[in-house]
């Protein structure tokens, strides 16, 4: 058996012709959407159906953001450029976007809505595809899902919005200075996407960490401006709510483990690791 | 079980923005990159250099100094680092302040021009370290009759004596050593490749193993005339140092004493004896009442000194007061957490004991416990109780 993992190089074009400004040199605008969630360590409790948001002890990054944040910033490393840090949600929010400007971002934009939490996805998806229009990038970045949600609609539904090809559960993103490659899972390991701007990369765990802020970008970060977009500012009509969730319900349960104990056992596990669980 | 700071009065909203984002910078760093290693650091007696690199990175070293590629933050940034590293472990928030308040500040304040820019960026950055060289084998509590001397020769200094208990001293590119030149204390730059000079390592700690602790040795020692620091005579000079290092030593206990009170309050609520948690006991709870109330006092009194020095109303006497109390309650919160985990608090699956240990030598370094009393005694009275002498 060939053990080593294949690579298939895909090259989808979408259209040549809107190719815009992604040559090295030029001026490339990658904007990258950050979600603020109760940090996944932090105690949660639930008040009438949902996170009593008064109650979270600690506010961060959805992890699968910092993901597409840190690849972006390499990406500004590599080919030049600036980073547009789009966050939609009330005031609090504002704590996320001096946190990406600690690390590197470059503008920070604050699509404010107080009421976030009575959006169904679509509405933010228009919210947050109308941001990215007026900020001018051309290129977005974002986590396959937030850690809160989990929906993984918004990567998709943006690009939807703003004509832009998309490509998901990705881990790394490079540009030769006219298109991007972005590195996804396949069926038979890994793919490179080749695609041109406009287009969404929403990331699943990438191959590095977010980078640790230092003392001088947190400075320079109380010092930027947020830009705060209201819905109105951005002129958009985010519709009606039309997204229902009927129903959540657990995970079925997972059948009881099985205890063996003793020296005599030893066959009996090593028959089940080999023949049922098949990992041996 | 994540770490989650005592905060009861919520003293950390007083915080700025910017010293909050310190904080989750430096406690982050501590969560990922020490607690997993700082066992391990202690029993082979090393201070990883990583976290030099880290700190360097993280741009916090001689946090409150400004100019130099110094991070120019307030000294309520700094004692807020100091709680969040020393919540990680005693002997890291050591190398911060032995590197930042007794190094570069005497540099930053009492050195030349040439001095300042030749040596705090590279300090700044972590790349070359810095001890700080006052206490003697015979000379602890009294550095004011050290016996290590300078002699001036005419092109070069010529130092002779011996230094002990010096943090970093191995590890550090340079000293600031502090010797009589003519009878009058003065402070001198020593690299660490200068003739007759050397710095083997103290082993045998039980207390801030993660330390680097040394002997400082001056045989014949040769140094330029260039490394005097020209800004200051006496024991001003080291004791203007030692109250930046205590004011943040009254910030990073609090972090040691958190980190006591939440191991002990996660132990309490999970473990049964007699059928229910032992933390449904009320000689349980009086105890973590008491931790409880003993480091809230305890932040506030760091929180108010911070605000006094950074807006330049402080007196030594304030800092002594600090230092003790914070300490002094540490150590006892170390003290009860250990008594809280049973068996399980000797071993070094909890911070608990590790901590205990770590802070005997806080209580003793930067002014004994006692000495911070006769300070304060002084202040009080009038009268000096140090010695008989006067
Ligand atoms: C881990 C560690 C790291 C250190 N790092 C450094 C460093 O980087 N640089 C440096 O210069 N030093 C350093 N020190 C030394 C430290 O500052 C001294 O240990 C401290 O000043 C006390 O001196 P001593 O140990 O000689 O104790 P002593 O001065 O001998 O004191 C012993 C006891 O006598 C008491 N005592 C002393 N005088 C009086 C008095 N007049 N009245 C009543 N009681 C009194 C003290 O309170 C104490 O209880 C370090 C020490 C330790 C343990």
């Known amino acids: ?100 400007a600690a690390v590197g971002a470059d503008t920070l934009v604050h699509v404010s809505a107080e009421n976030i939490n009575d959006f169904d996805s679509i509405q933010v998806q228009n919210l947050l595809a109308a941001a990215v229009q007026k900020s001018g990038a051309s290129v977005v970045f974002c986590g396959k899902q937030a850690a809160d949600t989990n929906a993984g609609s918004t990567g998709p539904g943006v690009a939807e919005l703003i004509g832009a090809s998309c490509v998901t559960l990705v881990s790394e993103v490079s540009s030769d200075g006219g298109g991007y490659t972005a590195t996804r899972p396949s069926s038979a390991g890994h793919e490179k996407v080749a695609v041109s701007a406009p287009c969404v990369f929403a990331f699943d765990k990438g191959i590095c960490e977010m980078r640790r802020p230092n003392v001088r970008g947190i400075m320079m970060a109380k010092k930027k401006p947020i830009e705060t977009w209201s819905v109105e500012d951005l002129g958009v009509d985010i519709g009606a709510n039309g997204v229902n969730i009927d129903s959540h319900s657990p995970p079925a349960e997972k059948p009881p483990g099985q205890k063996f104990e003793g020296a005599d056992s030893v066959s009996t596990v090593v028959s089940k690791l080999r023949d049922e669980a098949n990992v041996i | ?29 501590v969560d990922e990159e020490v607690i997993p290693k700082i066992e391990h650091a202690c029993r082979d007696g090393v201070f990883p250099d990583e976290w030099r690199v880290a700190l360097g990175e993280m741009g916090v070293l001689g946090a409150p100094l400004k100019g130099y590629d110094c991070p120019g933050l307030s000294y ?70 050290m016996i290590t001397k300078a002699e001036d020769m005419g092109d070069h200094y010529l130092l002779n004596g011996a230094k002990m208990w010096i943090t970093n001293g191995t590890i550090a590119q340079l000293a600031v050593v502090w010797a009589k030149l003519d009878g009058v204390i003065r402070g001198f730059i020593v690299e660490k490749d200068d003739p007759g000079f050397s710095a083997p390592e103290m082993k045998g700690k039980h207390s801030l193993k993660a330390s680097v602790t ?56 999970s473990r049964i004896q007699f059928t229910h948690p032992i933390a449904s006991y009320q000689l349980v709870q009086n105890k973590l009442a008491w931790m409880l109330r003993e480091i809230t006092k305890a932040q506030l009194l760091a929180y108010h000194l911070g605000q006094k020095k950074d807006a330049g109303t402080w007196i030594p006497e304030h800092i002594s007061l600090a230092k003790m109390n914070n300490v002094d309650i540490a150590l006892e919160i170390a003290r ?34 006692d000495i911070h009393n006769l300070i304060l005694g002084r202040h009080i009275t009038g009268i000096q109780s140090f010695t008989r002498e006067l």
């Open chain 1, 1 to 100: 058996m060939n053990l080593q993992t294949p690579t298939v190089r895909s090259l989808i074009f979408i259209d040549e012709l809107m190719v815009e400004g992604t040559s090295k040199g030029n001026h490339m605008t990658i904007a990258v959407l950050l979600k603020q969630v109760p940090d996944t360590t932090a105690k949660i409790s639930v008040n009438g159906g949902r996170v009593d948001e008064n109650a979270v002890s600690k506010w961060s990054f959805s992890p699968y953001d910092e993901y597409a944040l840190e690849s972006a910033l390499q990406l500004k490393e590599s080919a030049g450029g600036e980073i547009v840090a789009i966050t939609a949600g009330p005031a609090r929010c504002e704590k996320l976007l001096r946190d990406a």
């Open chain 2, 1 to 29: 079980m994540p770490y989650e700071a005592l905060d009861f009065y919520d003293v950390d909203s007083l915080l700025t923005d910017e010293e909050r984002m310190v904080r989750d910078m430096v406690r982050d760093f």
């Open chain 2, 76 to 145: 309520t940034a700094y004692g807020v680092i100091c709680r969040e590293l020393e919540r990680g472990d005693s002997g890291l928030r050591s190398f911060a302040s032995v590197q930042g308040s007794l190094a570069m500040y005497p540099i930053w304040d009492f050195g030349s021009e040439e001095q300042k820019q030749y040596y705090l960026p590279k300090m700044a950055s972590g790349e070359w370290i810095g001890c700080f060289g006052l206490t003697e084998p015979d000379y602890g509590s009294n550095p004011g009759d």
């Open chain 2, 214 to 269: 040394s002997e400082l040795v001056f045989q014949d020692c040769k140094i330029p005339k260039d490394r005097i620091l020209p800004g200051v005579k006496g024991l001003r000079g080291p004791f203007s140092c030692l109250n930046n290092a205590r004011y943040g030593i009254s910030w990073g206990a609090v972090g040691a004493a958190q980190a006591c009170f939440d191991s002990a309050k996660e132990y309490s609520l």
């Open chain 2, 336 to 369: 009860e957490a250990r008594d809280i985990h049973g068996a399980n608090g000797i071993l070094d699956e909890y911070c608990i004991m590790r901590h205990m240990a770590n802070l005997e030598s806080v209580k003793t370094y930067e002014g004994t416990h």
